[in-house]
């Protein structure tokens, strides 16, 4: 069932499971306001079990363009389009988020985002692969994130 995510009130609402789910809560209403603010997007998630194609697509991307693949359980799940891009998130249960920014019509703007929620450690598969650079979010606390630009098409 879709879930809109209220960056006003914080819920931790599909995320349960995850050890740091308050930092990953907050990393998701982090993502909510940015879409709100900049699009007026609602960020709508949906369980990651009613999602498999949306979860193939970014397995596929990590294997093909850097050889990663996660071992973490993805718990949801958001696809959508505003103006030229598509936007795809996978919030993971270890409090890690995998994004892709894949513009429609402009090959050299396509990238896939790493952030990981405050208390969690860098998972082993990408481990010494990446710098994570540091945010401060008032939602979210520290978020640590990082980026690699898509090659592909996909």
């Known amino acids: ?23 990953l809560a907050g990393l998701r209403a982090n993502e909510a306001r940015y879409f709100y603010n900049k699009y007026k997007h609602r960020f709508t998630v949906v369980p990651a079990d009613e999602s498999p194609e949306t979860i193939e697509y970014v397995k ?24 030229n891009i598509k936007w795809t998130y996978v919030f993971y249960e270890d409090g890690l988020e995998v994004n892709v920014l894949y513009t429609l019509d402009d090959p050299k703007k396509r990238a896939v985002g790493l952030k990981l929620s405050e208390g969690m450690d ?10 994570f650079a540091k945010q401060k979010s008032k939602l979210a606390g520290t978020i640590r994130g990082s980026f690699f630009v898509i090659k592909g098409e996909y």
Do not use: C, W
């Not at 009130?9 to 349960?16: D, H, I, K, P, Q």
């Not at 991307?61 to 718990?75: H, M, Q, V």
């Not at 860098?122 to 710098?131: A, D, N, Q, S």
């Open 60 to 83: 596929r991307i990590l294997k093909e363009e850097r050889g990663i693949e996660l071992s973490a359980k993805p718990l949801e799940t958001s696809q959508f389009q505003v103006e």
């Open 1 to 23: 069932m879709a879930y809109i995510v209220d960056f006003k009130n914080v819920s931790t609402v599909g995320l349960e499971s995850s050890p740091v789910a308050e930092a």
């Open 122 to 131: 860098v998972p082993k598969e990408l481990e010494g692969k990446f710098k």
